[in-house]
């Protein structure tokens, strides 16, 4: 059996945030945005916007569904997610690339059959300031300040 080595191999440049003059965005290639830590790490770093550049196949439906939408909420950040439509070499690729704000609310999304090019607005200060509104001015939930590192040491251990 051919595992997901065939198409991917773990990389050495750690994640990082480039200043831009929209805003902070990071950058997470395909299969990352199925592991939590790249989007906190991102987000960590202080990023406005992550873009997922991805190439998702047919079996991969639930990515645009749940775990993209996941992301920006869990990290209270904006998410762009970019994949390709169409078939090529067998395999179906499933379009569906998406803007998702940090409270997890689409913006735009694309069909999944066809090449679409979409367009939407990021409001990159909301993402800034991350915390929700539960009742505005009464209760609040801050994703990141509320976190608890101190017990996290498990999920950086490397599992044989």
Not at 12 to 38: M, N, Q, S, W
Not at 62 to 70: C, Q
Request: charged share 30%.
């Amino acid at each position: 059996m051919v595992g997901l080595d065939r198409f991917a191999k773990h990389g050495d440049i750690p994640f990082k945030v480039h200043d831009t003059e929209l805003g902070r965005i990071g950058i997470i290639i395909c299969y990352d945005a199925g592991f939590p830590e790249p989007a906190r790490v991102l987000r960590l770093q202080g990023a406005d916007l992550i873009v997922v550049v991805t190439n998702w196949p047919y079996t991969s439906k639930g990515m645009p569904r749940f775990v993209i939408p996941t992301r920006a909420i869990e990290n209270h950040v904006n998410v762009a997610a970019c994949n390709r439509s169409g078939v090529e070499r067998g395999i179906d690729f499933i379009g569906s690339s998406m803007m998702i704000d940090y409270s997890g609310k689409e913006i735009v999304k694309a069909n999944e059959d066809e090449e679409t090019l979409i367009i939407g607005d990021v409001d990159f200060k909301g993402a800034r300031k991350s915390f929700v509104d539960i009742i505005p001015g009464k209760f609040t939930a801050d994703r990141i300040a509320d976190r608890r590192p101190e017990f996290y040491g498990e999920i950086t251990k490397k599992k044989a």
